[in-house]
């Protein structure tokens, strides 16, 4: 049974969330909360949310306990990007683009 959980519009770049995606893939759910909680990366903790929100999903929606989960699909996928005019010398300027993620966790139960 697969259970789903996302987080839209994140404020983090998606190439620097695939790392950390990568690190969780195929762990167990209380393998992969003990990663984000102690890695020293910023996309850590919106992906602990997360993570915290599929396996309540699953406790509560299908019955579930939490060791039998584990990660099958951890995606940080691209959002919009937001433009800002930077002013430049001599009156020209460029633009910024401040990225945003789109944050997925699909956790499955162990088969027995």
């Given amino acids: 049974m697969e259970v789903k959980a996302s987080a839209k519009f994140l404020r983090l ?3 620097k969330a695939r790392l950390v995606t ?3 893939t195929g762990k167990t759910a209380e393998e992969a ?5 102690n890695l ?4 850590s ?6 993570v915290r929100s599929a396996i309540a999903n699953a406790e509560n929606n299908f019955n ?4 039998s989960l584990y990660v099958k699909r951890a995606i940080a996928n691209e959002g919009p990007r ?3 005019v930077w002013m430049r010398g001599r ?7 401040h990225r945003t993620a789109h944050l997925v966790v699909v956790l499955d139960s162990k088969e027995a």
């Fill in 13 to 15: 770049s998606p190439r």
């Fill in 22 to 24: 990568d690190l969780i």
């Fill in 33 to 37: 909360i003990a990663i984000l909680e």
């Fill in 40 to 43: 020293p990366k910023s996309t």
């Fill in 45 to 50: 903790l919106p992906l602990g949310r997360v």
């Fill in 64 to 67: 579930l306990t939490l060791e």
């Fill in 82 to 84: 937001m433009k800002r």
């Fill in 91 to 97: 009156g020209r300027r460029d633009i910024k683009l």
